[in-house]
């Protein structure tokens, strides 16, 4: 069956596009904060009405017309509230024909059918250390993000952008060979060996302590490059992050001569001039406040000459969008990407940007700091465990900083928001245990009548809601306030109702109800890459 809240929003775009020719961005529709204003309330008339210079009662008026007709069998009323909202309100007997619905399909009933071909690039870490906290957010922010949109039909690569060339990287071999020389001259104190602007940390001393008595295999730059790959694959792996389908190598798009091709390209646009002894890309020709230098006086490329070769080979390649996440250094980045994507003859829109905040700890306990100025993910990882690792990195909106506070994810009461939806996982378990429950039948779902069920069962009807409102705004953390939400809605259900009846018939409809609430903690967890809890 045609999910209602699918066609509350073909009805809206249609009605929009009929009476006024217009669109407007998604979604058109939210979950008001008390069930008394309906399921859902839309703004569209409101939004309209600024743009086109009307009523919005009218223009809302107008709408509850189309509505009404395309979900008659759907809703109890429609109700038009001033100053023009929207509220829909539907019927009973609809959300029983949903639920029974989610039970036959499962997690399949909320899933989308965008069709969007999508890159997502999450991670750019430069190959010269392990990596720290800071890291580790933007890895599960973009991990959960292509979860999301994956899951919403559309067709996901990943991309991990591998710094694998300059400066930086010349002085981590560097720090290697200065470093594995005074090994070899039995020198206690290493931090004097290592060059100005080098790198320190007991990660150095290992890989040159292997380098020593590998030297004659490879070079220090290679070797080392391989070693922190290695060791970021498997901090990445005990995150739970399952794969990268690329990682791109910005070593070799400067050795197969892509930055020169693409500089050519402009060149021959008349987009590149020299001054002072550096080439120089007109960006401002394309809403860059300047113009930016692609190749230094000394000869050295700049990452932006990196950058927009990549983005070249990004565009060519048949996405309909691309998405990268930047930490908050990346901000006055972004207008000099898009501009380069403009100069060579693509839409701006193609590209969306996330900008990932920074972390912080809070705790009472005294977390290392083994890569000699950053706290590792690792030690994060193995202090707390995956699953609240990767649930605490995204409690806050990608914009807003992250405080980490390690001891509430460790603790094991409802002030752990974790806990609290763990809690109701392995609850519905126990429950399913004790009333022995093999198969679910749907006929007696009809006996759900009480306000406290018909109100879990509206909760947990919003997951679309809460997909789509994630998808649009690519914030993870959206999941999370749903889930939360959820699981308070149990809670208030469990203290009310009992579910193991002496009616067998309302028993039956009730354990349908909690398989619906497991198929969406499951679904919600599954997207957040975390296991949901059989037992606590």
Not at 54 to 64: F, H, M, Q, V
Not at 294 to 314: C, M, N, P, Q, V
């Amino acid at each position: 069956m045609k999910i209602v809240y699918k066609k509350i929003s073909d009805t809206l775009n249609e009605a929009l596009k009929k009476e006024y020719d217009v669109s407007l961005e998604q979604p058109l529709w939210e979950v008001p904060p008390q069930q008394e204003f309906g399921d859902f309330s839309s703004m569209v008339a409101l939004k309209l009405a600024s743009r086109l210079k009307k009523d919005p009662l009218e223009i809302a008026s107008n709408i509850k017309s189309f509505l009404e007709k395309s979900l008659s069998k759907d809703v109890d009323k429609i109700e038009i509230l001033r100053p023009g909202f929207i509220n829909i309100f539907i019927s009973r007997s609809s959300l029983i024909g949903y639920l029974n619905a989610v039970i036959k399909n499962e997690e399949n009933f909320f899933r989308g059918k965008e069709g969007k071909k999508i890159l997502i690039e999450f991670l750019s870490a430069n190959p010269t250390g392990p990596l720290s906290i800071a890291h580790g957010r933007q890895a599960i922010v973009g991990d959960v993000i292509a979860n999301i949109l994956e899951f919403c039909g559309n067709k996901i690569s990943r991309d991990y952008y591998l710094n694998d060339a300059g400066r930086q990287i010349d002085l981590f071999a560097q720090s290697i060979i200065n470093v594995s020389k005074a090994l070899e001259d039995n020198k206690e104190d290493l931090s004097s060996v290592i060059p100005e602007g080098g790198y320190k940390g007991d990660y150095i001393k290992d890989i040159a302590a292997d380098f020593l008595s590998k030297a004659s295999k490879t070079d220090a730059k290679t070797f080392g490059i391989k070693s922190m790959l290695a060791n970021i694959k498997k901090d990445l792996k005990s995150l739970g992050i399952k794969k990268f389908d690329r990682w791109f190598s910005q070593d070799k798009l400067i050795k197969e001569g892509k930055i020169k091709e693409v500089v050519d390209v402009l060149k021959d646009k008349g987009l590149i001039y020299e001054k002072e002894d550096a080439v120089w890309f007109e960006a401002t020709k394309f809403g860059d406040d300047k113009d930016r230098v692609i190749k230094k006086a000394d000869g050295e490329l700049t990452y932006f000459a990196s950058d927009i070769a990549y983005h070249r080979k990004k565009c060519r390649e048949g996405y309909d969008m691309l998405i990268n996440l930047w930490g908050p250094d990346h901000h006055g980045y972004i207008k000099r990407v898009e501009s380069a994507i403009a100069a060579l003859g693509n839409k701006k829109e193609i590209l969306k940007i996330v900008i990932v905040q920074l972390v912080t700890l809070k705790t009472k306990e005294r977390m290392s700091k083994r890569a000699g100025t950053a706290i590792l993910l690792s030690d994060l990882i193995n202090d707390i465990g995956r699953d609240a690792a990767r649930f605490y990195y995204i409690t806050r909106k990608n914009s807003s900083h992250l405080e980490f506070d390690i001891d509430l994810a460790k603790k094991s009461s409802f002030d752990n928001p974790l806990y609290y939806i763990q809690y109701v996982c392995a609850r519905i378990e126990s429950i399913f245990r004790k009333a022995k429950i093999s198969s679910f039948n749907s006929t007696f779902s009809k006996h759900l009548r009480l306000p406290e069920e018909i109100s879990l069962l509206r909760t947990l009807l919003q997951f679309s809601y809460c997909l789509k409102k994630a998808e649009c705004s690519l914030e993870p953390t959206f999941i999370i306030e749903f889930l939360k939400n959820l699981a308070s809605s149990f809670h208030k259900f469990y203290e009310k109702i009992r579910v193991i009846d002496d009616d067998k018939s309302l028993t039956a409809a009730r354990l349908n109800l909690l398989e619906a609430v497991r198929v969406v903690f499951h679904c919600g967890l599954g997207l957040l890459g975390i296991t949901p809890a059989k037992k606590m």
